[in-house]
């Protein structure tokens, strides 16, 4: 790299020589982890506990657990990994393991209203076992009731029967039979059942043509007889019918007495089994309905068919009517259930009723057709699902609301896309005591709470699990129990104390913080897995630092592609990045690209330019439309600092640009303001910058420098881009002094600290990053030979030489350029496209 050296505008005697900065031993930037157990490899820990470190929502959700109450169930925000569903089971699990076993849900037919089926609860298993009661009690009665209408007392009642009502229809005939005698007329049974009534003479039948030749008189009595024994018979015949219906009345009685008979031992021991006053009921309306339908237990004559047809199913089977629809079945359950929904579909969650299509290609139901969802299978216990993807069915959402306010769940059909309903049952509403614990961000429970009104009456506890945990001994053991508990579900190889170790400093790194460590299990049970991986592969009994090293090294190299390729365009000059030197105007800033999992830093060219004018500071990132309003807020405090720094005696009165050269997408965030500031001072003052120093940091307008993200990254970007180009044992970051509780650095670049070939300097203000970076003290704007009195100079020189340049004749009217200056100050700012973090 080429460097450029320029003069002050006043006499290098002049100049006061900044004190030797301070910055951060290695010892410093060590990460040391002291309050794990002692122990050796992991095998002699137990396993660990969930949600350690959680005391907060761990109190929220024991509340929530705690509250039977409609309107207390529980949204929990925080949860990482893709087994948090399952976490979340097994810590409920536990605590509920000794509650009482909910009770079983049937639905049963409706004798009275066929298209409303009766829902039943029943003792735990009882569901099971009524369901084989009634099998059992059908499958008797097709065998025995045929028996019993075979039976020799059954016939012979039958029989008695038939033969009284049989005299009393031949006592009813020989009457008739008498009175046409006596009228000289014979009964004869004629066609199509009617009766033909012959004269008869002299004990003889008249045929048609003697009978045409008797006297008129004569016709016409016979005529009349014949009309009289006429009636007679048609009164028998309706007598006959009613003698009929009577028998055949009174032989139902006696099928009835004996069906009686057989049936209510049967029904009066599934009664004494389940113990349970709506069966009771349920089964007083099929004893009613099968005693009123006997025939469809009676054997069928054997028919036969004269062509060779296959052989058809029923169009419905004669006995789904006293089948019994078990939809929650708890024989197996052991305490409160907690079920997982891990796809909360519209079915999966609230049910549905099937429908089949009967051999005449109609689309029939009937109630065994009801199936139920994990809201109802969850009665009495908890249902765990993720609100995100509930949230994308559709139905779900608005259905969940209802049932939980009003404490029943409706089952239908689901047909959100039918033109026409075909149902036709509507099942009898369940009541359900069941605890919904949703999972979702925190991002959705703000959202959901500030525009969804019945959601806050719903879900009135939060339970949020932050990211990280305090360093102590509690939960340092924690990471050991957690790789323990894990070893030993999936038969990994245990882990040594240093990988541990190693383990906790990668939790740090995560939490950004040497003080916590990161409280998501999930990610340091993948890390687990990788280093086992990898111990695996190398033979080793056991996991060691290296191994888990490796696995970080991995996951680096499988993500670093982009990277490697940005400092492959920095080495070759293609992006102009100096590392050694010294200019004016001209800063090194530090920058955190995020790509999928994988940050890194990456070091950017910060310019500053200035001139005389009244434009103020222009951002061209702003101009360009590349900034976001973080980054446009960080120049406006900029801005005010020079305003507070340098303008209580003087008007402010320049025209100066700040870039970040070959930034060509969107740039946000605020952590680059301090590199800016750094940039314009050496350019107001004329004195240059070290090029080997790199620079992150936001300022406020006391030109304190605060705290910013990803430090660990920025000052890792630019150590590549030395060490790549070769460490001249100068080269450095300035960071916040805030941050240093952030450093959780990689081992190679504490090495290169303590060999004295790489420098982190710490800072505070403005005043001690501009003493570091151009060797010169800061001082105070009254000190001549400081920076500081530098820059206030210059910014005297600009005001008093525009205002001269004004008075002059060249400068009567301001000028087309300034005004358009002006105006490009003037700009609201607008929506930005895609931005870096700074």
């Known amino acids: 790299m080429q460097t450029t050296s320029s003069s002050t505008p006043t006499a290098t005697s002049s100049i006061q020589p900044a004190a030797p900065p301070v910055e951060l031993t290695a010892e410093q930037l060590r990460f040391q ?70 009770c079983d849900w049937v639905y049963v037919h409706n004798f009275t209203h066929p298209d409303q089926p009766h829902a039943i609860a029943l003792a735990a298993g009882r569901g099971r076992q009524f369901k084989q009661l009634m099998h059992e009690l059908v499958k008797t009665l097709r065998e025995e009731l045929p028996k019993t209408f075979r039976r020799e007392a059954f016939d012979k009642e039958k029989a008695q029967l038939k033969e009284k009502y049989s005299a009393q229809i031949q006592a009813y005939a020989q009457e008739i039979e008498a009175h046409a005698r ?180 109609r689309i029939v139901t009937n109630f065994t057709r009801i199936k139920s969802g994990s809201l109802l299978r969850a009665h009495g216990g908890y249902l765990i699902f993720n609100l995100e993807d509930a949230l994308t069915e559709l139905g779900v959402w608005k259905t969940l609301k209802r049932t939980l306010k009003s404490g029943r769940i409706e089952i239908e059909t689901y047909e959100p896309f039918a033109l026409f309903a075909t149902s036709g049952l509507k099942p009898e509403p369940i009541a359900i005591q069941t605890k919904v614990i949703v999972v979702g961000s925190p991002l959705l429970y703000h959202l959901l709470y500030v525009l969804d009104d019945e959601f806050r009456e719903i879900f009135k506890v939060h339970a949020d699990f932050r990211p990280t945990m305090e360093l102590t001994a509690t939960h340092l053991q924690a990471y050991g129990q957690w790789v323990t508990q894990l070893c030993q579900q999936e038969g990994l190889p245990h882990f040594e104390r240093a990988a541990v170790e190693r383990l906790v400093e990668f939790g740090a790194r995560r939490a950004e913080d040497r003080h916590k460590v990161s409280a998501s299990y999930a990610e340091i049970a993948d890390l687990v897995r990788e280093a086992a991986y990898w111990a695996r592969r190398d033979n080793g009994q056991v996991v060691t630092a290296q191994h888990v090293q490796t696995a970080l090294d991995n996951r680096v190299f499988r993500a670093n592609r982009i990277e490697e390729e940005i400092r492959e365009l920095i080495l070759q000059g293609t992006i102009l990045v100096d590392i050694t030197g010294r200019k004016i105007g001209q800063v090194n800033g530090l920058s955190v690209l995020q790509l999928g999992d994988h940050s890194f830093g990456r070091p950017a060219r910060v310019t500053a330019s200035v001139a005389m004018g009244q434009a103020g500071i222009i951002n061209i990132e702003r101009e360009a439309r590349l900034s976001g309003s973080i980054h446009d807020k960080g120049l406006l405090i900029l801005a005010g600092y020079l305003r507070n720094r340098y303008g209580q005696d003087k008007p402010l009165t320049l025209s100066a640009s700040l870039c970040f050269e070959q930034s060509y997408s969107g740039i946000e965030g605020d952590s680059a303001s301090s590199t800016e500031l750094y940039a314009l001072l050496s350019r107001l003052a004329e004195v240059p910058v070290r090029q080997d120093l790199a620079v992150t940091g936001s300022v406020n307008q006391w030109g304190e420098i605060q705290a910013i993200g990803g430090v660990n990254e920025k000052i890792e970007g630019f150590f590549d881009i030395c060490r790549i180009q070769g460490l001249t044992g100068q080269q450095g970051v300035l960071i916040p002094a805030a941050n240093v509780r952030n450093l959780v650095l990689r081992h190679d670049v504490i090495a290169a600290v303590e060999r004295g070939q790489f420098h982190i300097y710490p800072v505070r203000t403005v005043d001690e990053g501009i003493e570091i970076l151009t060797g010169v003290r800061a001082g105070t704007p009254d000190e001549e030979g400081t920076i500081n009195g530098l820059v206030s100079r210059r910014l005297r020189d600009l005001a008093t030489g525009l205002k001269a340049f004004a008075v002059s004749g060249d400068g009567g009217t301001q000028r087309p350029a300034d005004r358009d200056q002006q105006k490009d100050t003037e700009r609201s700012t607008q929506t930005r496209r895609g931005r870096n973090t700074r």
Request: charged share 25%.
């Open 33 to 102: 982890v002291t309050a794990v157990p002692e122990f050796r490899t992991t095998a002699e820990l137990e396993p660990g506990h969930d949600f350690v470190g959680q005391e907060r929502a761990r109190m929220a959700l024991e509340l929530g657990l705690g509250i039977p109450g409609s309107g207390f169930h529980l949204f929990v925000s925080g949860l990482s990994g893709t087994e948090r569903l399952e976490t979340l089971r097994r810590w409920i699990a536990q605590r509920v393991a000794q509650q009482p076993t909910p």
């Open 182 to 361: 006596e009228k000289n007329l014979l009964i004869q049974p004629g066609p199509a059942g009617h009766f033909l009534l012959i004269p008869v003479v002299n004990g003889k039948p008249l045929e048609p043509e003697e009978f045409m030749r008797l006297s008129e008189e004569e016709r016409k009595t016979i005529e009349t007889h014949q009309r009289s024994i006429a009636a007679e018979l048609e009164a028998f015949t309706a007598k006959q019918q009613e003698i009929m219906r009577t028998l055949a009345e009174e032989v139902r009685q006696i099928e009835r007495r004996f069906g009686d008979a057989l049936l209510s031992p049967f029904l009066a021991t599934i009664s004494r089994a389940l113990d349970s006053p709506a069966v009771d009921a349920y089964l007083a309306q099929v004893k009613a309905y099968i005693l009123d339908h006997l025939d469809d237990f009676k054997e069928e004559p054997p028919t036969s068919s004269p062509l060779p047809l296959p052989p058809f199913a029923p169009g419905r089977d004669a006995f789904v009517e006293y089948d019994v629809n078990v939809v929650v079945d708890n024989a197996e359950t052991q305490g409160a259930p907690v079920l997982v929904e891990t796809s909360p579909t519209y079915l999966n969650l609230f049910g549905t009723i099937e429908r089949i299509v009967d051999r005449f290609g």
